[in-house]
């Protein structure tokens, strides 16, 4: 089977630009959470997608979008891009939302300039 | 709410020596819990669960960690260490959502 595919695997932007990444998850799994993790504030929940609904959502700004097709397949926007969004966003699927074990893709490295 | 402490963000042992890495939990309800080992540039990769049953729970590469719930522990070990073991460990709670640990580096001497 194969694993949790996320694309593009390294991305440079803008301040004030915005950025769209994509996180394919393990075919048969209906959940798909993001998150994100920089050395200074490590694993951050950002927000959670079952069943293309949003389940749960952490403590970010509104500038934090996502949304989860029909296929499970999920993106995730960032607007109005900032210095401090410059991290490691890391997607994970599982079969069950909530308490399931979740599988991690490779994760996108955002860098903000 | 739960939440997740992991004692001790460096951790250094020799080669094949004993790998203890620390994690306490709070917890109003039963937890599921979870290790994650995480390689330079790469996701997360779970190592082992408990959700119920046997307290004693091994996972892949030769890691067991205990479920001690008058402890609030769940520290994770492994009798040997190896180099290839060097990384950084996340310990997890999960109920509603996941919750991480800050993670603990773990550096295998020669």
């Known amino acids: 089977k194969a694993g949790v595919t996320q694309t593009p695997r390294y991305l440079i932007k803008t301040r004030g630009q915005q950025v769209t990444l994509s996180c394919s998850p393990i075919?048969?799994?209906?959940?798909v959470s993001w998150y994100q993790q920089t050395p200074g504030q490590g694993l951050q929940f950002l927000f959670e997608y079952f069943s293309e609904t949003q389940r749960n959502k952490g403590n970010f700004p509104g500038r934090f979008s996502g949304r989860q097709f029909s296929n499970s397949r999920s993106e995730m926007n960032v607007s109005t891009l900032e210095l401090g969004d410059s991290a490691l966003y890391l997607c994970?699927?599982?079969?069950?939302?909530?308490?399931?074990?979740?599988?991690f893709g490779p994760g996108t490295r955002l860098t903000v300039t | 709410a739960q939440s997740v402490t992991q004692l001790g963000s460096h951790v250094s042992v020799s080669e094949g020596a004993l790998v203890l890495l620390r994690c306490n939990y709070s917890s109003s309800v039963p937890p599921y819990l979870f290790w994650y080992v995480q390689y330079p540039n790469q996701g997360l990769q779970l190592l082992l669960k408990y959700t119920t049953g046997a307290t004693l729970v091994k996972g892949i590469n030769g890691f067991e960690a205990e479920f001690k719930k008058s402890e609030t522990s769940f520290h994770l070990t492994k009798p040997s260490a190896h180099m290839s073991d060097a990384a950084e460990y996340f310990c997890a709670v999960s109920y509603n959502d996941m919750r991480f640990g800050a993670g603990t580096r773990l550096t295998v001497k020669p």
């Open positions: 075919s048969g799994h209906r959940s």
């Open positions: 994970a699927s599982s079969f069950s939302q909530g308490a399931s074990e979740q599988y």
